[in-house]
């Protein structure tokens, strides 16, 4: 059998709440800067947790030749469609398109969209019959009809940004979307690298993108009591392994990468930024909103991503560095995630865990659900270029349970070469990608 196709990463870009191009955010996040604020997507001061990662002053024009092509668009797919273009354009493909549009393909970790709250509401509200003390349907259909928006509804689904995408650059190859929570676009990029590297697509644009900036959305993870309620300054709520750390912050956004078969690059003069040599999947098949308290699905997923990557955990470089520089923590900030990653990590590297750097960028962008693993994933391919580290910021009071290198609170220089990304979700899912420097 022949060796299966190097696949490299060719163009990257996000859309997030500490900005809207790769420039900016990369240089807030070295700064250590925070997106957190208190909420305006709608009126949360009555919810327990009132702040949150937002995305300002989101410009779809600024991005797209024509953005009324996307009038109907809700927020998460304007984010996937904003951070797709820069994407495409640092691939090259703006003014050189793919040739053959059967061989470009899309798979993303997209989540739903937002509901149309208000008018839901109004309509449970208009068809209620106080009488029978239930809803009338026949009364909520006619409610229903003259306030709710049908392409609002149908923008609601999942697979909707995927549509979008396929639209505006003519993708016409194998097209996925899978949702499995906080590890989907994790999940999406290695899938993508498997079509890849089995020949079934020469292009794939792969990420995520969500928002659950929503009552809904707030509403169930305050019900899990996952997020933060912090009383204090916002940007001081998102505190990854520290003791007193009481929950994530909920952001929004996208990232969104091209990923290419080395062959099909080179032909065509493309310049690739980093490459993808591994990945890894599991399930707890534990608890749905449990992790397996010993990590075994975590580090699973790892251990068969740096298998696939050719690289064994516990052993060195020839200059005695561990084979992986950086790890990527998916690092939420609830005193389940954290302390749990942290003993995977110990599983997965042994005795060099401890010399292994690993932060949570979770701490100033938000947790974007279905996207974090996605905007993560670029940032250990700028990571790897730069030479840089991100920090965990508010990294005030270390949990003394916690004993591994958080990168605490400012930004360090480094050898980067090689880097592990992890994403976790509820119910178990767990995902796992290697990135490394690309050398010809």
């Not at 925070?34 to 327990?48: E, L, N």
């Not at 298998?307 to 923590?329: E, M, N």
Request: proline share 6%; aromatic share 8%.
């Amino acid at each position: 059998m022949s060796a299966p196709e190097r696949i490299v990463v060719t163009g990257m870009g996000w859309i997030t709440p500490l900005g809207h191009d790769l420039d900016t955010v990369w240089s807030r996040l070295m700064k250590g800067e925070s997106g957190m604020a208190p909420t305006t997507h709608f009126d949360a001061k009555t919810f327990p947790t009132s702040f949150a990662a937002e995305v300002r002053e989101l410009d779809l024009a600024k991005f797209l030749p024509d953005a009324s092509r996307h009038a109907s668009a809700g927020p998460n797919t304007q984010f996937a469609l904003g951070a797709a273009a820069q994407a495409w354009k640092q691939a090259g493909f703006d003014r050189s398109p793919p040739k053959d549009p059967r061989r470009v393909g899309c798979y993303l970790g997209a989540g739903e969209g937002v509901l149309d709250f208000d008018n839901y509401v109004g309509s449970n509200l208009g068809g209620w019959d106080a009488a029978q003390n239930k809803v009338d349907g026949k009364r909520w259909i006619e409610v229903a009809m003259q306030c709710m928006d049908r392409m609002r509804e149908i923008e609601q689904e999942p697979n909707m940004p995927l549509a979008h995408l396929a639209r505006e650059f003519r993708i016409r190859g194998p097209a996925f979307n899978c949702l499995t929570a906080c590890a989907a676009s994790t999940q999406a990029i290695g899938e993508a690298f498997s079509i890849l590297r089995r020949g079934d697509a020469d292009v794939m644009v792969s990420g995520g993108t969500h928002t659950m900036i929503h009552p809904f959305g707030v509403t169930g993870f305050n019900r899990l009591t996952a997020l933060s309620t912090f009383k204090g300054d916002p940007t001081k709520a998102s505190r990854p392994f520290c003791a007193s750390r009481d929950g994530f912050v909920m952001g929004e956004g996208s990232g969104i990468v091209i990923l290419e078969t080395l062959s099909h690059a080179s032909a065509r003069g493309a310049t690739p930024l980093a490459e993808v040599i591994g990945y890894g999947s599991s399930a707890d098949a534990f608890r749905i909103t449990d992790i397996q308290p010993e990590g075994r699905g975590a580090a699973a997923a790892m251990t068969q991503s740096l298998r696939q990557a050719g690289l064994d955990p516990q052993s060195t470089r020839p200059d005695g560095r561990p084979v992986v520089d950086y790890i990527s923590a998916h690092g939420t900030g609830t005193k389940e995630n954290d302390s749990i990653e942290s003993r995977a990590v110990k599983v997965v590297f042994g005795e060099l865990a401890r010399r292994i750097p690993m932060s949570s960028i979770k701490s100033m962008m938000g947790h974007l659900i279905a996207a974090a693993g996605a905007v993560e994933f670029i940032t250990c391919v700028l990571s790897i270029r730069h030479g840089m580290l991100p920090p965990t910021i508010n990294h005030h009071d270390p949990d003394p349970s916690l004993d591994l290198d958080y990168v605490p609170n400012s930004a360090r220089k480094a050898q980067v070469d090689t880097c592990l990304s992890n994403s976790f979700g509820f119910g178990g899912q767990n995902d796992a990608v290697v990135v490394t420097r690309f050398a010809a």
